[in-house]
């Protein structure tokens, strides 16, 4: 049984989680900001989670992906016994760590300078890019993700790994598999050709842009036309791997922000009722809200600090996503079944997930915002309406 095949995500951006200073205008002392993090660890079960998925944890100068040293827990976030206590307070609860590898690129200003090829990623100076073509930086990772890996954690998110070439991570993944032959590694592609990335980098799975975009884009445009193309598509990526779905991360507006809370519930049956290794962002269980903008500190919205106490106006959508989620536990054949259109219009869509002969109907409607899933027998297994 593979780590994906049970998993189900709550990813969380940390450093603005813990309300640590994104851009401090100087080193910061040491502050032991994680158990923040690990009070909330029962409410994660407690949703149905079993996977706890960390932005960046490492020291860096600003917001995470500018790396200084990959060995050390970044000092505003605590340092080395407090992410022990993490990682020993989530095994203990039977939840698995992901951490965020970001291998493409360094700070400008880290100890790898030796490691760069002088070049910006992106056109952002403060980010030197990584020379994979060097066998250092080969060395340099496959060591980082083993190092992690022999404390505990479960796997890793490969940052921006549609920027790197697959030879590359060819080279690490066996090493770090031999290893660690059950580490789950699953890379970011926000674009590009998703199964030969796969096939010829090695890596167990894939972030699924494409499924998020048609997702929240046919709800908000009324166009469940765009939702079954790419079902299509989702579904031939299934024949190779199986991809990492989600309707939210700490790179894009919240799925409430997009749609409004009670359309942002039809977007969450659609995550936990297709195939893929469904990941929450956190917050968005609770409807938070927040808008990415396209500029320098445009992504602090979507990464906003955990409240001391949950607010109770975001209890209902609450409900629903645990409802959702024990749904996908008791059918845990979703995690690879492939989606037949049974009917379609505009702003209706009737659709059923299908595996090892069996198979639960869902049916949408964005205009009187609802939901019904039933299974093959008629049974109601979860409904919502907004009216």
């Known amino acids: 049984m593979s780590f994906a095949e049970h998993a189900i995500i709550w990813q969380v951006y940390p450093l603005g989680a813990v309300g640590a200073p ?14 923040t993090l690990e009070k909330w660890l029962d409410y994660v079960v407690e949703l149905g989670c079993n996977v706890l998925l960390l932005g960046p944890v490492f020291e860096a100068l ?31 609860r039977g939840i698995g760590v992901l951490f965020d590898g970001v291998f493409n690129h360094v700070s400008s200003s880290s100890k790898y300078a030796q490691l760069t090829t002088g070049n910006s990623f992106e056109g952002h100076e403060a980010l030197a890019e990584l020379d994979h073509e060097n066998p250092e930086v080969v060395e340099l990772v496959v060591d980082v993700m083993n190092y992690w890996l022999d404390r505990g954690i479960a796997g890793w998110r490969l940052d921006a790994v549609y920027a790197t070439s697959p030879k590359f991570w060819a080279q690490v993944i066996p090493r770090v598999k031999q290893r660690h032959p059950d580490a789950w590694i699953m890379g970011e592609m926000i674009h590009g050709d998703y199964v030969a990335f796969r096939a010829e980098s ?19 445009e009324n166009n469940f036309f765009e939702l079954e193309w790419t079902l299509g598509r989702h579904n031939e990526f299934l024949e190779s791997f199986v991809p990492q779905t989600f309707i939210g991360n700490h790179d894009v507006t919240r799925i409430a922000s997009q749609l409004g809370q009670e359309r942002a519930v039809l977007a969450a049956a659609i995550l936990f009722t297709v195939g893929g290794t469904p990941s929450i962002y956190y917050g968005d269980e609770q409807g938070f809200s927040g808008v990415k903008e396209e500029r320098e500190a445009g992504d602090d919205a979507v990464r906003p600090p955990l409240p001391e106490e949950l607010s109770p106006l975001g209890k209902w959508i609450e409900d629903s996503y645990k409802a959702l989620i024990s749904l996908r536990r008791q059918h845990p054949w979703l995690h690879h079944a492939r989606t037949e259109i049974q009917e379609i219009e505009n702003q209706k869509l009737t659709y059923r997930a299908v595996a090892d002969e069996q198979w639960i109907e869902v049916q949408l409607d964005i205009e009187h915002p609802s939901v019904r899933i039933s299974d093959a027998a008629g049974t109601e297994l979860f409904s919502f309406s907004a009216s």
């Open 22 to 35: 994104i851009r401090p205008a100087a080193p910061e002392p040491l502050e032991h900001r994680l158990p």
């Open 62 to 92: 600003s917001h995470g992906y500018d790396t200084l040293d990959f060995y050390r827990v970044d000092p505003r976030l605590g340092d080395q016994g407090d992410m022990t206590s993490l990682l020993d307070a989530a095994q203990q």
């Open 202 to 220: 090695g890596i167990d799975s894939i972030t699924q842009y494409e499924l998020w975009k048609a997702i929240w884009s046919s709800i908000k």
